[in-house]
Nanobody, 121 residues
Framework: QVQLVESGGGLVRAGGSLRLSCAAS????????MGWFRQAPGKEREFVAG????????GYADSVKGRFTISRDNALNTGYLQMNSLKPEDTAVYYC??????????????WGQGTQVTVSS
């Protein structure tokens, strides 16, 4: 199993930045692709960004492209989501997840508990 713990969420004003972290433990983190997802109140969970096990391939939802950057440090067993130019519509609980298959196909095998991001206008 892989245990995932997100951190770095909080309250920020529109236009501000946050950096989310996803700390992994258990099985070898570098064996897995990683993704970030989010769920806003009353909405379904949606894909935000994904990264391959090596970091060589990344992808983003259109709504965050150019503002968010996904990365990982396999030596530290940690993934990141740098979020810039935040908008109120980015408000959601953010989850990291890992997949033995590709980030763009899944399925995602393990999930974190989530971290709240709130963007005020």
């Amino acid at each position: 199993q892989v245990q995932l713990v997100e951190s770095g969420g909080g309250l920020v004003r529109a236009g501000g930045s946050l950096r989310l972290s996803c700390a992994a433990s258990g099985r070898t983190f570098s064996n897995y692709a990683m993704g970030w997802f989010r769920q806003a109140p009353g909405k379904e969970r949606e894909f935000v960004a994904g990264i391959s096990w090596s970091g060589g391939s990344t992808g983003y939802a259109d709504s965050v492209k150019g503002r968010f950057t996904i990365s990982r440090d396999n030596a530290l067993n940690t993934g990141y989501l740098q979020m810039n130019s935040l908008k109120p519509e980015d408000t959601a609980v953010y989850y990291c997840a890992v997949a033995l298959s590709s980030w763009y196909r899944g399925p995602y095998d393990y999930w974190g508990q989530g971290t709240q991001v709130t963007v005020s206008s």
